[in-house]
C-alpha cells in the first residue's frame, strides 16, 4: 500500500468514527426522549455507553 491509499484509508476510517458518533449521540438524544416521558431508561443508556467506549478505542 502507497502514501496515498494509506492516507486514504485513514480519512475514511475517520469518517466511519465520526459517523458512529453521529449515530450514538442520535441515540442518547432518543434516550433523553423517552426519560422525559418517564420511560425507564436506565438499561437502554448502557449499549449507547458501550459504543462511545468502542469509537473511543478507534481514535
Known sequence: MNLDQEENA?????????DAEARIQRQEDLIDELK????????????????????????
Not at 485513514?10 to 465520526?18: C, E, G, I, K, T
Not at 420511560?39 to 478505542?57: E, G, I, N, Q, Y
Request: with cysteine; charged share 25%.
Open 10 to 18: 485513514l480519512r475514511v476510517a475517520n469518517q466511519d468514527v465520526n
Open 36 to 59: 422525559k416521558d418517564g420511560h425507564d431508561t436506565v438499561a437502554a443508556f448502557k449499549l449507547p455507553a458501550r459504543f462511545r467506549c468502542s469509537t473511543s478505542m478507534a481514535k
